[in-house]
């Protein structure tokens, strides 16, 4: 897991998918509250979707007499179409149970990045923040705690999108998308080089936010690294297969970082191409399957298509059963489910609303 304080807020930025990670953060606000020298009673949970585990771990802090608040945008619209958005609607019940006024559950539509969900500063004087560990839960953590910058919600909404417009905020968003994109790919061999990377950059760039030209000046070294990246992805462009109407595939395997923003960019500049699928080697799902596919929509197609509708009805969203899907327009499976649903299901067109 990866934290940080920030202006003097402890922050962990985690996802309370298993009872492991419901332990962590336990943990890790009871060491806050240890820690601290004045009474502090708040803490947020913000861009962290709702499952079982987290409801119970939210369960556990007010007990132990925490306020806690809730803000997230990955709430279920309409009826539940497969098992986990079931699972998420009732978590997402539980929790405005549990909270009342203190929770609040949005939707991406009308509310594309967190970070919109709080005020500058709102949780300045909070025991601990608890984000999701991507550039969405930095930016809201960040600016929840008391430190923003005037375009950070726009620079959000674009670095908690598709690949292939995160580079396109501000100055110092495009060195956080730099950054992301050339993080080493999770490794069971070496579990912890990533989110060893990732602390740093998320280090860096907010004292960069603040001002820090040294800060500044360690992520203006990851534009050789970002140029490298991008140098490997539009060589394996070159590669691309049709697999499906609307659909090209690019066997990315063996290749340790290359821009996915820039791979698929290019791709979904090609006539008729509307889906990117990048098979790798390297990822959550690939871990404990060995290859991993991941799907990406184009962005002007995102009304037009849900990549969740590939999945059997009862898939259950967990790297251990080989599939990853919070969103409509990103989808990661293994390739047991890959060949068995995704595939078929590209090929018939099942994917569109």
């Not at 950070?152 to 060195?175: F, N, T």
């Not at 009862?314 to 995704?342: Q, T």
Request: aromatic letters at 6%; glycine letters at 6%.
């Amino acid at each position: 897991m990866i934290s940080l304080t920030i202006n003097n807020v402890p922050v962990l930025f985690a996802q309370g998918f298993s009872r492991e990670d419901s332990e962590i953060i336990l943990d890790f606000v009871r060491e806050a509250n240890h820690l601290s020298t004045t009474y502090r009673n708040t803490v947020l949970f913000i861009d962290t979707p709702a499952t079982t585990h987290l409801v119970d771990t939210v369960h556990h802090l007010k007990t132990e007499g925490v306020r806690v608040i809730f803000r997230d945008h990955h709430g279920v619209a309409g009826e539940p179409e497969n098992v986990r958005d079931e699972q998420k609607q009732k978590a997402c019940q539980k929790l405005e149970q549990l909270l009342g006024d203190d929770c609040v559950i949005t939707f991406r539509d009308l509310h594309p990045a967190c970070s919109t969900l709080v005020e500058v500063g709102e949780f300045a004087d909070a025991l601990a923040i608890i984000a999701d560990p991507d550039a969405d839960g930095l930016t809201a953590a960040m600016k929840a705690a008391g430190i923003s910058y005037p375009e950070l919600d726009e620079d959000a909404a674009l670095l908690d999108s598709e690949p292939a417009v995160q580079m396109k905020g501000s100055r110092i968003s495009s060195y956080l998308a730099m950054g992301l994109a050339t993080l080493p790919s999770y490794d069971p061999e070496r579990p912890r080089e990533r989110e060893r990377i990732q602390q740093k950059l998320f280090s860096d760039w907010v004292e960069a936010v603040q001002g820090s030209e040294a800060a500044m000046e360690r992520l203006k070294e990851l534009e050789t690294r970002y140029q490298e990246a991008r140098a490997v992805a539009l060589r394996l462009s070159d590669s691309a297969q049709k697999v499906a109407e609307y659909t090209v595939l690019v066997d990315a395997t063996g290749n340790e970082v290359f821009d996915v923003g820039t791979l698929n960019g290019v791709l979904e500049g090609q006539a008729d191409t509307r889906i990117t699928v990048l098979k790798k080697d390297k990822g959550p799902i690939a871990a404990l399957h060995g290859i991993q596919y991941s799907l990406s929509v184009a962005r002007p197609f995102h009304p037009q298509i849900d990549l969740r509708k590939l999945l059997p009805s009862h898939a259950n969203s967990d790297p251990a059963s080989g599939i990853i899907s919070n969103v409509s327009f990103l989808l990661h499976v293994s390739e047991s489910v890959w060949h068995e649903f995704v595939l078929p299901g590209l090929k018939s067109g099942v994917y569109r609303t």
